[in-house]
């Protein structure tokens, strides 16, 4: 089932004014950015090996370094454990490499056989200690206990792993080849279902609904994919759309962008964020099937984007995000994090 909602009359454009840019010093692409679950500490992991924390005044926009990591490699992931205690990030190097925050103090656990793609923290029924999820390219996701340096089980894939994301009782990793595979955390060893993406091209993300009942998928075809778990429910939640395209040009050709993020809201659980290629992005009504407020281009690719835990702020990671090859990194491309205020047009679902 599909719906383009987004081609009947658009909500009034928002402005882009009253974002703040905040002072972050990366040199190169920032390609994950994680909100503390417990204050306004912000994570930025780097193509420049490194993970930059920052605690951010929500009231003034101003930000200052609170701490870092610097890892082997390009990071690509980073997340937050659940307390908001300590950081973890993995990337080329194949480590994890945790941070925490109170005493600054790094620690590595590892490796897999191939570049870590996507790392979280996950809540395991009965377990005593903080577990973390990583996904390579080695086709494998490992579960680590932080108290024991190898990991608790290994588990295969069909593919190499581009993508992952968990809430709740669900994990859901997302890998090349267009499958999906799902977990239910009460037993994390085992794939619990291994579905086909709904979509017809690579896979650039995967958000898991705040409740672990549903998952969204986006690609590089300019098109996004809600999925309800239970089979029983996905007549009600399953569909597919399209954003981040342009409209025809004289031609009858439209530019068609990559959909470079997909994140849920986590108060108002309905709603959603997209961001792309085209520098744009937007907030969406999941159970209207409509679009809530657009944003123009921001000048470049959006790489990363990330609620804050009440949902008052919406991060975004500006930069190149090599859609258009070697060509298109050009000087004028600038690393940028911005914060965005999330207005209740934002975030506000429609009433039925």
Known sequence: MSFIRNTLPSPVLGSLSADVNL??????????????????????????????????????GAARGAAGLVAEGPVFDCDWAKDGSMVVAGGVD???????????????????????????????????????????????????DLRQQGPLATIACRERVYSMDAKARL????????????????????IAKTVESPLKHQTKAVATFPDGKGWAIASIEGRCGINAVDDAE???INFT???????????QISKVWSVNDIRFHPVNQAVFSTAGSDGTFHFWDRVAH?????YPSAGSAITSTAFSADGRFFAYAVGYDWSMGCVGNTPQIQTRLMLHPVSMEDATPKKK
């Open 241 to 251: 759309f399209r954003c981040h395209r342009e409209q025809p040009d004289s031609r």
């Open 290 to 294: 409509s679009k809530l407020r657009g």
């Open 171 to 190: 994990l859901v990793v997302a890998t090349a080849e267009r499958f999906i595979h799902l977990f239910d955390l009460q037993n994390p060893t085992s």
């Open 234 to 236: 996905a007549s009600k």
């Open 94 to 144: 194949r480590k994890l490499h945790f941070l925490h925050l109170a005493t600054g103090q790094q620690a590595t656990l590892g490796p897999h056989d191939a570049p870590i793609r996507g790392v979280r923290f996950v809540e395991v029924p009965g377990a005593n200690a903080p577990i973390v999820v990583s996904g390579s390219w080695d086709k494998t996701i490992k579960l680590w």
């Open 23 to 60: 002072p972050a010093d990366a040199e190169d692409t920032i390609s994950s950015v994680s909100w503390s679950p417990v204050a306004n500490h912000l994570a930025a992991a780097s193509w420049d090996g490194k993970v930059r924390v920052y605690d951010v005044n929500t009231n003034s």
